[in-house]
């Protein structure tokens, strides 16, 4: 059974920083591309960020180019969100996806709060 379990949340101030992460369990992880999604309060879930098996190729929302970074440790079964230069509007829970037989798994979410 796949499991995707995040981490990291909190809350930080404008311009602060945070790093997110999400172990998989139940999965040959190394075979499937993963993402990171949001969803903030009286909004629908947005893609933030997306990367591929090897970690060789990445694509990210509009909002977050040149702030966030997405990447993988494919022995340890974990994808991670560097998140930087936080705003007020990256306020939501983070959610981790992994896309297998066209079936969508998600973690339990991490809520993170920009705010001073």
């Known amino acids: 059974q796949v499991q995707l379990v995040e981490s990291g949340g909190g809350l930080v101030q404008p311009g602060g920083s945070l790093t997110l992460s999400c172990a998989a369990s139940?999965?040959?992880?190394?075979?499937?591309?993963m993402r990171w999604y949001r969803q903030a309060p009286g909004k629908e879930r947005e893609l933030v960020a997306g990367?591929?098996?090897?970690?060789?190729?990445?694509n990210y929302a509009d909002s977050v180019k040149g702030r966030f970074t997405i990447s993988r440790d494919n022995a340890k079964n974990t994808v991670f969100l560097q998140m930087n230069s936080l705003r007020p509007e990256d306020t939501a829970v983070y959610y981790c996806n992994i896309r297998k037989l066209w079936t969508d798994y998600w973690g339990q979410g991490t809520q993170v709060t920009v705010s001073s």
């Open positions: 990367i591929s098996s090897t970690g060789g190729s990445a």
């Open positions: 139940g999965v040959t992880f190394q075979n499937y591309w």
